[in-house]
C-alpha cells in the first residue's frame, strides 16, 4: 500500500485522523493499523465526537484485560456476551441464574427489560454461555454475596461510567484512541452483531434472548459484514 493509499484511506475514517493533528506517535500506530487492517470500525453519529463502535470478539477481549477489577471485567461480560443493557445489569442478582431442564445450558432471568414494541419494560430470559455462568459464581463467592443481593452494586449511571473507564484504560495500554469512544451500548452492539453476522443465527432467537420485539428494532445492529464474513456465506452457499 503506497502512502497516498494510507492518506485516502484515512481520509474516509469518520473521527479525526491523527495525521491531521500533528500527532506523531498515534499517527505512526494509526497507520501500522492501516498496513495490517487491524483498526476498530466507527460509525459517525448526531452527535460530534459520538460514534457507534462495531468491535470485535477480539477487541472485545482487549476491554477484558483492561478492567481494573473482577467487577468491571463482569460488567464487559455481561453486556458483550449476554446482551444486557446498562439498565438491566445492576438488575441482576445470584438467583437470576437458572439452568436448564437437560442440565447442560444456562439462562439469565432479567427481571425488567425493556419492551421495545411498546416501551414498557418486561421480563425475559437471556442465554448465559457457560464461561459466563461459570464466572458469575465466581464472583458471588469472592464477594460472599446471598441469592438476593446484586451481583454488580451499581446504578444504571455508575455502569456507563465503569465501562468509559476500562475502554479508556483500553485505550491508554493498547495505544489505540478508538478504544475511548466504546459506550455500554457497544458491548450490546457487539452481542448482537456476533449472533446476527458473524454466526447466522436464526434472528427470531436472537430477538428472544436479547430483548427485541421486532425486526426493525434489531436492524439498526446489522452493520455490513466484514469481509471475511462474506467470503465464508459465499463458500458455504458452494457460491465460491
Given at each position: ?121 418486561k421480563p425475559r430470559d437471556a442465554y448465559l454461555p457457560k464461561d459466563v455462568e461459570g464466572d458469575i459464581h465466581r464472583y458471588q463467592n469472592a464477594n460472599d454475596l446471598s441469592r438476593d ?38 458491548l450490546r452492539r457487539r452481542f448482537a452483531q456476533r449472533l446476527l453476522v458473524d454466526k447466522q443465527v436464526n434472528p427470531r432467537v436472537v430477538m428472544q434472548v436479547g430483548g427485541w420485539d ?27
Amino acid at each position: 500500500m503506497s502512502s497516498d493509499d494510507l492518506f485516502a484511506k484515512s481520509s474516509l475514517n469518520p473521527r479525526i485522523c491523527p495525521l491531521n493533528r500533528g500527532d506523531h506517535a498515534s499517527t505512526h500506530a494509526y497507520l501500522c493499523k492501516l498496513v495490517i487492517g487491524v483498526y476498530i470500525r466507527l460509525e459517525s453519529t448526531a452527535k460530534e465526537d459520538e460514534f457507534k463502535v462495531w468491535l470485535t470478539d477480539r477487541e472485545l477481549e482487549e476491554l477484558r484485560r483492561a478492567a481494573s477489577s473482577h467487577r468491571d471485567d463482569l460488567i464487559i461480560q455481561l453486556g458483550g456476551y449476554v446482551g444486557l443493557r446498562a439498565f438491566e445489569i445492576p438488575q441482576i442478582c445470584p438467583k437470576h441464574v437458572n439452568r436448564t431442564n437437560d442440565g447442560d445450558h444456562y439462562r439469565l432471568r432479567v427481571p425488567q427489560g425493556k419492551d421495545t414494541a411498546n416501551g414498557t419494560g418486561k421480563p425475559r430470559d437471556a442465554y448465559l454461555p457457560k464461561d459466563v455462568e461459570g464466572d458469575i459464581h465466581r464472583y458471588q463467592n469472592a464477594n460472599d454475596l446471598s441469592r438476593d443481593e446484586p451481583l454488580i452494586d451499581l446504578s444504571e449511571r455508575g455502569v456507563r461510567a465503569a465501562v468509559k473507564r476500562t475502554a479508556e484504560r483500553a485505550a491508554e495500554e493498547t495505544g489505540d484512541d478508538d478504544f475511548a469512544y466504546v459506550s455500554s451500548h457497544d458491548l450490546r452492539r457487539r452481542f448482537a452483531q456476533r449472533l446476527l453476522v458473524d454466526k447466522q443465527v436464526n434472528p427470531r432467537v436472537v430477538m428472544q434472548v436479547g430483548g427485541w420485539d421486532s425486526f426493525q428494532a434489531i436492524e439498526p445492529y446489522l452493520n455490513a459484514p466484514t469481509p471475511d464474513v462474506v467470503n465464508e456465506a459465499f463458500e458455504k452457499a458452494d457460491l465460491a
